[in-house]
């Protein structure tokens, strides 16, 4: 059973307009989120995270938010530009494990 | 540091071959995990482990699946004999357990079996 889900396999978006990612989760012990990037022929690269007991992080572009209720984070990226093409994946962990777990990714395309 | 490092960056193999899949850790970190990803399952946790220690290798797919860490500085993920279902890219990332830490991934290894 998938503890953390992406249920949006692609995206397409208009360069300079907001990309928005979405990620739920089904594991009320997790508590840090990551989203990562994967360029193709590259390992995945840590991009953003968010802590549990936050409901928003913030980086430049890049926005995490996390509705732990609902379960459910989000990555916001504002403006797109073609270089954030890639896939993202979201990831959660258990401070007590260690272990990420990662959700199947979304392709993001930001089109010029 | 040169992050972590992955050897061979490609594997072609035949079926029934042994394949021995190779990582270097970042310096420091005391996690290490191996990951495997294909279009269907996305990307899946094999193992890891936490000072050379496995922790958890629920993930590893069958009997034909074995890793190891002699030291801090290297571990192998080792298939044999290999199928063309293990046909998939294969990463290597490692932390520093602690509370709120990321991992950082290698390139990938991919393997073909064929």
């Known amino acids: 059973d998938q503890q953390v889900k992406q249920n949006s396999p692609s995206l397409s978006v208009q360069e300079g307009r907001i990309s928005i990612l979405n990620c739920d989760y089904t594991?009320?012990?997790?508590?840090?989120f990551l989203w990562y990037k994967k360029y193709p022929a590259e390992g995945p690269t840590f991009l953003i995270s968010?802590?549990?007991?936050?409901d928003k992080n913030e980086d430049g572009r890049f926005t995490v938010f996390l509705n732990k209720s609902a379960k459910h984070l989000s990555l916001h990226i504002v403006p797109s530009q073609p270089g954030d093409s890639a896939v993202y994946f979201c990831?959660?962990?258990?401070?007590?494990?260690?272990?990420?777990?990662f959700g199947k990714g979304t392709k993001l395309s930001v089109k010029p | 540091d040169a992050g972590v490092i992955q050897s061979p960056r490609h594997e072609v193999t035949e079926m029934g071959q042994e394949v021995t899949l190779r990582c270097k850790p970042i310096s420091g970190h005391n996690s290490l995990f191996w990951y495997r990803q294909t279009m269907m399952r996305g990307l899946e946790l094999l193992i890891y482990f936490n000072n050379n220690v496995p922790i958890d290798d629920s993930g590893m797919p069958e009997d034909r699946f074995s890793a190891k860490m002699p030291n801090a500085s290297f571990s192998t993920l080792k298939i044999q004999p290999s199928e063309p279902r293990d046909s998939a890219v294969y990463f290597c990332?490692?932390?520093?357990?602690?509370?709120?830490?990321?991992?950082?991934f290698g390139q990938g290894t991919r393997l073909t079996v064929v």
């Open positions: 990332a490692s932390s520093w357990l602690g509370l709120n830490t990321e991992a950082f």
């Open positions: 594991n009320s012990m997790f508590d840090y």
């Open positions: 968010i802590s549990s007991i936050k």
């Open positions: 990831a959660a962990i258990t401070g007590s494990q260690g272990n990420l777990i």
